[in-house]
């Protein structure tokens, strides 16, 4: 792509850092050739992390990131919102007007926009978890659609439908840049992260974007939350939630104890003792 100055991966081909692979002649619908350059390079190996920045796909944000510390960072629909908005209602006069072809296109360029965005937040994302020497914890996105439930009405508001964006291409490009910087990613499983309390590991109760705590009285943003617990997940919770139905049933579960949550252990930690 020609932007007026040299691309990272021919930079680092001219200083040796990297490998040049195939090229590849493409030519676009529009008639616009572009060369593509394929690299290999090394990347720094990535180092266990003292801490973990948590970053969540939120309910009313479009990610939220947080810091061991707590220390928040938000991404908000915002310009995006407004841009499928206005597309919606355009894409209602072509339908009328039965402009097929243009539908398509339009889709192609929200598509383009949504990638945009991916890779302005991928980085911010990358920077923020570099600037508090923390690795990544990202959570599974698998089944995301299925467990995070949208009411009708958002849904049919084409600004509130939060269904769109590709969380997996995200996810995809927080992966690389950060494999670039040598900067860890994991993931956590993301049932009950937005449930659960980030000081007690309690169930607590999410009222639109608020967060309380009925145990420790801990109170909010519902999104931040749930960074927190993707964040600070340590493990263990996995196979409890898997077998949830299981662990309920049984009574062999310590009195104090909270089902079902990612932070289960420190609640049940015998060294710390019950909160
Ligand atoms: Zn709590």
């Known amino acids: 792509m020609c932007t007026g100055r040299t691309p990272r991966a021919l930079d680092a081909i ?8 195939g090229l590849t002649l493409w030519r676009s619908r529009r008639g616009i050739w572009y060369a593509l350059l394929s690299a290999t390079m090394d990347v ?8 973990w920045v948590g970053v969540d796909r939120g309910q009313n944000h479009l990610a939220v990131a947080s810091t061991p510390t707590g ?37 192609h360029k929200e598509a383009r926009l949504v990638r945009h965005v991916n890779h302005v937040i991928s980085k911010q994302v990358v920077r923020f978890a570099v600037d508090h020497g923390c690795g ?42 950060a494999a670039l910087v040598g900067v860890p990613v994991e993931k956590a499983p993301a049932a009950y992260t937005s449930k659960s309390c980030c000081r007690c590991g309690a169930i607590g109760q999410r009222e639109r974007h608020r967060f309380r705590c009925p145990r420790c009285g801990y109170r909010g943003h519902a999104d931040h939350n749930a960074s927190r617990n993707v964040g600070r997940w340590i493990g263990v919770a996995c196979p409890v939630v898997r077998e949830r139905g299981a662990s ?3 009574a062999s579960v310590p009195p104090g104890a909270v089902y079902d949550s990612p932070q289960a252990p420190y609640a049940t930690d015998p060294v710390r003792g019950t909160a």
């Open 14 to 21: 001219l200083d040796g850092a990297a490998m040049k692979g």
């Open 44 to 51: 720094p190996v990535a180092e266990a992390s003292g801490g």
């Open 71 to 107: 220390r928040p960072r938000f991404w908000t629909f915002g310009v995006v919102r407004q841009a499928r908005r206005h597309d919606a209602a355009k894409r209602r006069r072509l339908q009328k007007a039965g402009k097929r072809k243009t539908i398509t296109r339009l889709g």
């Open 136 to 177: 990544i914890r990202l959570e599974e996105l698998r089944g995301i659609r299925q467990t995070a439930r949208q009411r009708a009405d958002t849904k049919r508001q084409a600004d509130q439908n939060r269904d769109y964006w590709s969380y997996v291409d995200l996810e995809t490009k927080i992966v690389y840049k």
């Open 248 to 250: 309920v049933m049984g």
